[in-house]
């Protein structure tokens, strides 16, 4: 669901209500950058904040003004191109990997879309008469939902960016708070082979790769209790996981050795001393943060340094469901903090997404929608894998157990860490 709880208007048409909170949310996350900001783009899959501003509002003009407002006028004719992602069905594309050279529309005007989007929106949902009015009401969640997936993008390409500035400079006002946490021990949680149930079969908003729901068989497995640690990530380093090939996926090691990484995306080194790239800015490596930006091929080298393995999300979503394990509706944080409590599974969301060894494909009677609608996800179930959880800069509200993230094994610029999993 949405996350009302920011409504001080109690009188509010919860829909508008919802769309005007939403819509927000994504002009807070921005406040702390400059102007100069809202250009960078560092590597063709991120996008710069103005274009997420825009493209935001594309969404909604795209999929519901045009379609449903009679007598809508575009704002600009060339912004249907200039903001389309990658919708074939409504037309060309202007290319991804250029989005940083489009310096015009700046961003006043970019935010004057924005409020005529808006304004257009807030019309059209006050027409309770209207005869499309539950399709309108339809794509107007999925339209505040993928609102909720481009406010984590915002920060995490930011991030990416800003990684490259030898000032580190910091999206959040005060420096990394850690609070005092009691080490907590790695265990492992045993759980019972079973038919599980997975996938949405409830009756909210969900991802259409979400379902269908079905029953899957799962043999006997144990999931760790909380993430890896920034402590236990820099053991298998120095015990040279980069350099044993013998730790690695095929393509991994092809990816490693062409990239010449050997720690991850964030560690920086100076003078002997690690310390990590965090939306804080730069902080000396704290060993019991969860082990973050993390890729697949990385997440699983890791797993085989330690003799385990990275979950099926199967796994994960039963073990979620049986534990009874939902998000909590926390304020985005810029970092994860570390596993807290003394016992129990922790960090299944809010901290980092985790890796499953899962390849993202369709479930069992998968259909996309008809028309460009149905190129949301489904398109994009070939050569990448599963994450589940959430991350701590998921808007709240926006993830739950059947949730499928989904990423190329090399992406590190994502807020990915690892959950180690074993057979009894
Ligand atoms: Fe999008």
Redesign the pocket.
């Known amino acids: 669901m949405i996350d009302l709880t920011n409504n001080t208007c109690p009188a509010e048409d919860p829909v508008q209500a919802a769309y005007r909170h939403t819509r927000q949310a994504t002009l807070v996350l921005c406040e702390p950058l400059e102007i100069e900001d809202y250009g960078l783009q560092a590597m063709p899959e991120v996008s710069p904040p103005g274009w997420h501003l825009a ?2 509002s594309w ?1 909604f003009e795209t999929f519901i003004l045009k379609p449903f407002a009679g007598g809508y006028r575009p704002f600009h004719s060339a912004y249907e191109y200039l903001f389309n ?1 990658y919708y074939h069905g409504v037309g060309e594309q202007y290319p991804r990997a250029r989005r940083g050279l489009l310096s015009r529309p700046g961003v006043r005007e970019i935010l004057d879309y924005r409020e005529y989007i808006d304004a257009a929106m807030t019309g059209l949902l006050a027409d309770v008469d209207h005869a499309e009015r539950a399709t309108i009401l339809q794509r107007c969640e999925l339209g505040l939902h ?1 609102e909720q ?2 406010q984590e993008l915002l920060c995490t390409d930011i991030k990416f960016c800003f990684s490259f500035n030898p000032l580190y400079p910091a999206l959040g006002r005060t420096p990394l708070a850690v609070p005092a946490s009691a080490r907590r021990p790695l265990a492992f949680m045993d759980f019972g082979g079973m038919d599980a149930r997975i996938g949405y079969d409830a009756s909210g908003f969900h991802f259409d790769n979400e379902g269908p729901a079905h029953r899957f068989h799962l043999p006997a497995f144990r999931l760790a209790d909380r993430l890896l640690t920034n402590a236990e990530y820099r053991a298998f380093m120095e015990d040279g996981g980069y350099s044993n090939p013998g730790l690695w996926l095929a393509d991994g090691w092809v990816w490693k050795e062409a990239s010449e990484v050997a720690h991850p995306r964030y560690w920086v080194q100076r003078d002997g001393e690690w310390f990590e790239y965090t939306l804080h800015g730069l902080s000396p490596l704290d060993p019991d943060l969860p082990v973050s930006h993390v890729n697949y091929y990385e997440a699983d080298a890791c797993a085989r340094w330690f003799g385990k393995r990275l979950p099926a999300e199967q796994e994960w979503e039963a073990a979620c469901r049986q534990l009874g394990c939902v998000p909590e509706h926390a304020p985005v944080m810029l970092h994860p903090r570390a596993a807290g409590g003394d016992g129990g599974i922790v960090q299944m969301f809010g901290s980092l997404w985790q890796w499953t060894h899962s390849a993202y494909s369709p479930y069992p009677g998968y259909r996309p929608a008809k028309g460009a609608i149905g190129e949301y996800n489904g398109k994009f179930m070939c050569n990448q894998m599963v994450l589940r959880g959430s991350s701590c800069v998921t808007a709240p509200g926006h993830t739950r157990s059947s949730y499928r993230n989904f990423f190329y094994p090399r992406d590190q610029w994502q807020f990915t860490g690892i959950r180690l999993a074993d057979d009894p």
């Open positions: 493209h935001t969404f992602s993928h997936q481009h």
